[in-house]
């Protein structure tokens, strides 16, 4: 399997995903509450998502295959709302750029320790010099941007 398409498809994904905190900011200060506008905002995403699901289906949602994952997995709905709320409140504060450079550190420090310890079903793999090398060089971006 070639990774490149997938790296770009997601290097795509990354910089549209960088203009919702401050389209949900701009939303936010129009209705008044960051948390108003997160909800506007993951309602629109719960309508897309369906409208997708039945263009392109929707695998085997039924209770047995829903009633088999851990009650955790289900959290995830809860992190990507955060995610949404905190992107309308931070992001018009902080900016675009320093917004998700701690996003992206975050990120970074929770997949180290997810890969470190095979988290999630993930192939376990360890913490090494040049991985916390690579977190420290994002850090210290996070803290040059910051101060420009």
Not at 16 to 43: C, D, E, R, T, W
Not at 50 to 79: C, K, M
Not at 95 to 113: D, E, N, P, T, W
């Amino acid at each position: 399997m070639q990774l490149v398409p997938y790296m770009l498809a997601a290097l795509a994904v990354g910089i549209v995903v960088s203009f919702q905190p401050p389209m949900n900011g701009m939303l936010a200060k129009s209705v008044g509450s960051a948390y108003g506008a997160a909800a506007v905002s993951i309602g629109i995403a719960f309508a897309s998502i369906v409208l997708l699901v039945l263009i392109a289906g929707h695998g085997e949602i039924s209770r047995r295959t829903l009633g088999s994952v851990p009650w955790w997995v289900y959290l995830s709905g809860t992190i990507g709302a955060a995610f949404v709320a905190a992107g309308a409140a931070i992001a018009p504060v902080t900016g675009g750029l320093v917004f998700f450079i701690c996003i992206v550190a975050g990120q970074l420090i929770g997949s180290m320790l997810v890969d470190h310890f095979g988290a999630f079903g993930l192939e376990v793999r360890a913490m090494s010099p040049m991985r916390f090398l690579g977190l420290a060089m994002v850090l210290g971006g996070a803290v040059l941007v910051s101060q420009s």
